[in-house]
Every structure is written in C-alpha cells, then in structure tokens.
C-alpha cells in the first residue's frame, strides 16, 4: 500500500516522467517553418486593372502561405522609395515593386540589395537596377497588335499617337511595337502623325486635351493609338463632343470593362486582353520560390541599360467584338450582361 501510494506521488510531481502525460517542448524559432513575407510595392492603384493585381496577387500569396504587406504610392516616387524603405524594415523576405519611376526605382533595388532582399519588377521594368526578375507581358507585342488592328482598319490617313507616362518604361516599350508595325507606312506617306504627345501619370486629362487641341487645329483625325483603355477612353470621349466617336479608329489596351463595353458598341476598335490572374499569380508564385532558393527555370533576359534581367514574359490577347466572348468573358475577367449591357439584349451573341 505504501509502495502505491508513493507511485502516485511521483507521477504527481513528476508528470513529464510518463508517456502519456509528457508536455511537449516548447517550439523555438528555429523549429518552426517562418511565414514568407512580401513587400508589394504599387506605384498607383487608379486604373482598374491594379486592384485586380493586387487583389489577385495577394489570395495567392496566401494560398502558398505567405504574407503579403501592401503599399500604395498613389503616383509619387518620393513616397514610393519612402514606403519601400518602411517595408525593408519591417522585415520582408522580398520586394515585389511595380515602379512609378523606372529610372528612378533603381534605389529602391539598391535598397533591398543592401538589407540583402531580392526584387521582382511586377508588369513594369526598373531601369538600370538590376533586379532579380522582371515578370510581365510581352509589351511590344502589344504595342505591335494595337498598330497591326489601327493599320488593318486605316491603310491611310492621319494618326494620333497618345503615350502614357514617360516615367514607365512600357511605355517605350509599346511605342517600339507601334513604330514596328507603323514605321513603313509612315515612311511612305501613308500615313502622316498630326499629334502625339505623352500622358503624364497616365492621366486621362492630358489625352483628353491632345485630342481636343487637334480638332480645334481643323485637323481631320482618322485613328488614334492610345497607350491603354483609360487614354483611350478619353480620346472618344473628346471625339464624342464633336459628334466624331465611332467616326474614328480608337485602339486602347488592359482590357478595361468600359473598353470592352465601347468595343461591343463600336465606339473603340479594339483593346489588348492581358490576363491579370496569371501575372499575379506567377509573381507571386515566383516571389515564394525565390525566397526559398528555388530554381525558376528562366532563361530570357531583357536588358535594363546595365544589367541583364531574367525576364519571365507572358503573352497578351488583342481583342475585338468579334472575339469577345471566346477571350474575355470565356475567361470570366468580365460578364457578358455588364459588357452589353448598353446593347439591345436581342443583339447579345449567344453563349454555348
């Protein structure tokens, strides 16, 4: 009895003693897998198509279980660099950064290489930097579909040419599409650029007045290449005060849902699909590989003026009405009641 009793009292005592009853250590640091955190720098969120960027760009993260710290520099490099700076501190694992500045932005690079964190350039490319990846779509391309779509519709006649923001270097970019596809027959006089000028942060207002000082120059426009669907929108919407919108070939691109809707109404030509989710979704896919020292099997580069980026590019899709429904709403990135919802419901195409 007194041999039992005194088994009692260790296993009261000394409860670690048993199987059953261990406590289990305490985990440190060094046991446990750390969440992987990101540092998504955006330039500005004004377009529509950026908060689908984002939005998309986080559910992955986290579905691949890493955080996601978001900063918005609403289109000022000054605030950007201080914001980059602020997540660097916070300690994230990498730089996600879609710059507002591409030459500028170098410093944010040199600011995480210095704190020792990786940078991927999200749809736009930082010049001069050095950055580790730089994830988009084929930029020229989409310059060459707009000017391939304008030229098809008007062989000749007098173009208007709207670049977006000289600060963004896909800018660029898209003009040397253009210029490949336009070079030739503006050589040849068929056609003739009566004006063309640069949207500042890409701002709708500066397209707006470019296309409305033209008309009041008494000069006949026959199509204009706008550098995305916002500037375009601008331009129709200056043509329409002339009674001209529809009169003139309007090319955009992103694929916005009030382009898609002028597409289908016949007032815009055409825009360039790029599908977001699989930008977003391979950023962030990346972003969480490079953290964990994975290979991501990329052998292009594109030259940022100094240093060879590895360069994953994905592929744009032009769109127009005729293909509107086998692109943009098959893969749901708009529904076809908010695309024609200002066409008469017995002219919508039929879905199989």
Request: negative net charge.
């Amino acid at each position: 009895m007194t041999v039992l009793v005194l088994l009692c009292l260790i296993v009261l005592i000394f409860p670690g003693c048993t199987g059953d009853n261990a406590i289990p250590a305490q985990q440190t640091g060094d046991d446990k897998e750390s969440v992987i955190k990101i540092g998504f720098s955006m330039g500005s969120t004004v377009q529509e198509r950026w908060q689908r960027d984002r939005d998309i760009f986080v559910a992955r993260a986290k579905e691949l279980g890493a955080e996601v710290l978001v900063q918005n520099a609403n289109n000022d490099h000054t605030v950007q660099m201080r914001q980059v700076r602020e997540l660097i501190d916070e300690g994230i694992d990498i730089l996600v950064i879609i710059p507002h500045d591409a030459e500028a932005s170098a410093e944010a690079v040199r600011m995480a290489n210095k704190a020792g964190i990786k940078v991927i350039c999200y749809d736009r490319l930082i010049r001069n930097g050095g950055a580790d990846l730089y994830i988009s779509f084929d930029n020229v391309k989409v310059g060459e579909y707009k000017a391939k779509a304008v030229l098809e519709k008007v062989p000749r006649g007098n173009y208007v040419i709207i670049r977006g923001a000289p600060t963004d270097y896909n800018s660029y970019m898209l003009y040397q599409g253009y210029m490949n596809i336009l070079g030739e027959p503006i050589r040849n006089g068929d056609i003739e650029i009566v004006a063309e000028g640069s949207a500042h942060d890409w701002a709708y207002e500066e397209a707006f007045k470019l296309v409305e000082k033209t008309i009041e120059r008494g000069v006949e426009i026959h199509a204009i290449v706008a550098a995305n669907d916002t500037l375009a929108d601008a331009a129709i919407e200056a043509l329409s005060e002339k009674r001209l919108a529809g009169k003139v070939a309007v090319v955009g691109q992103d694929a916005d849902l009030s382009a898609c809707q002028r597409v289908v109404e016949g007032t815009q030509l055409m825009t360039v699909y790029k599908p977001i989710d699989r930008l977003a979704k391979a950023a962030a896919e990346a972003a969480v590989k490079i953290v964990k020292g994975e290979d991501l099997g990329i052998e292009e580069t594109i030259f940022d003026g100094t240093y060879q980026v590895p360069y994953r590019k994905l592929e744009p899709i032009p769109v127009t009405k005729e293909n509107m429904i086998d692109t943009i709403i098959k893969d749901s990135f708009h529904r076809l009641e908010d695309i024609f919802i200002n066409v008469p419901k017995d002219q919508w195409p039929k879905i199989d």
